[in-house]
C-alpha cells in the first residue's frame, strides 16, 4: 500500500531497454502514479519542458554517457528531482551523475515500497534544496541593496537596514522586493539614487521608521 505522504505525481521514466521502463511504469501505477516513457536522447528534452513531470527516472543502460546526457537534458528543461535508476552498483558513475543534478539512485530495486519510499525522500530533498536556495538569494540581494545604500549615503549597515525596513513597512512590501527594487535601480541608473524607482528616503535614526 503506496504512503500517504507521497501524493499523485507524473514520472517521467527516461532510457534504458524498453522493458525494463515498462516494469517501472507498472510499479509506478501500482503506487497510484503516471508514468511518462521516453527513450530517445533527442525527444527527452523537448517532452521534459513539454510535460513538467514531477519527477524523473533515468534508467541507466550499457551507455553511462548517455545516461548522464538524458540526466543533462532533463535537469536543464525540469524544476524536479532526477532519480537514476542503475542495474548494479557504479560509484563512478554515481559521482559523475551527482554533478549532473541527480538527488538519489537506486540500484536494481524491484521492490514497490522501496521505489516509493525513495520518490518520497528526494521530494522532500528536493524542496528543501530549493528552500535554502532561495533564502540564500534572498538573503544576498538585501544584502547587496545595504551595501549600495550605505556607499550613497555614508551610513553603516544596520542604518542601512533601517531605510530598507522602513520603506518596505510604509508601502506593504517585503523587505527583499525593496531591496530588489534598490539593486535593479542601481545597475540600470548607477549613477542615481535608489529614490528614482520609488524608495522614499528617511532619515537615518528616524524613530517612526526605524522601530
Known amino acids: 500500500m503506496a504512503p500517504e505522504s ?3 505525481l507524473r514520472i517521467l521514466v527516461a532510457d534504458g531497454r524498453h522493458e525494463r521502463r515498462e516494469a517501472i511504469a507498472r510499479t509506478l501505477a501500482t503506487l497510484g502514479h503516471d508514468a511518462l ?3 530517445a536522447l533527442e525527444r527527452v528534452g523537448p517532452v521534459t519542458a513539454a510535460e513538467h513531470p514531477d519527477a524523473a527516472i533515468v534508467v541507466v543502460g550499457e551507455s553511462t554517457d548517455r545516461a548522464l546526457d538524458m540526466i543533462d537534458k532533463i535537469v536543464h528543461e525540469a ?3 532526477v532519480i537514476a535508476f542503475l542495474d548494479v552498483e557504479d560509484t563512478g558513475f554515481v559521482k559523475r551523475a551527482a554533478k549532473r543534478g541527480i538527488f538519489a539512485y537506486l540500484t536494481a530495486a524491484e521492490d514497490s515500497r522501496e521505489l516509493e519510499s525513495s520518490i518520497d525522500i528526494v521530494l522532500h530533498r528536493f524542496a528543501e534544496y530549493h528552500g535554502l536556495e532561495g533564502a540564500f538569494a534572498r538573503r544576498a540581494v538585501t544584502e547587496r541593496a ?5 556607499e550613497r549615503h555614508m551610513i553603516d ?3 542601512a537596514f533601517n531605510l530598507i525596513r522602513a520603506h518596505a513597512r510604509r508601502t506593504n512590501r517585503k523587505v527583499v522586493d525593496v531591496a530588489e527594487a534598490i539593486v535593479a535601480s542601481h545597475q540600470v541608473l548607477p549613477s542615481r539614487s535608489p529614490a528614482h524607482v520609488g524608495y522614499e528616503e528617511a532619515p537615518v535614526g528616524d524613530e ?3 522601530e
Do not use: N, T
Open 146 to 150: 545595504k551595501g549600495i545604500l550605505m
Open 208 to 210: 517612526r521608521d526605524s
Open 6 to 8: 507521497v501524493p499523485h
Open 37 to 39: 516513457s521516453e527513450e
Open 157 to 159: 549597515e544596520q542604518g
Open 79 to 81: 524544476a524536479c528531482p
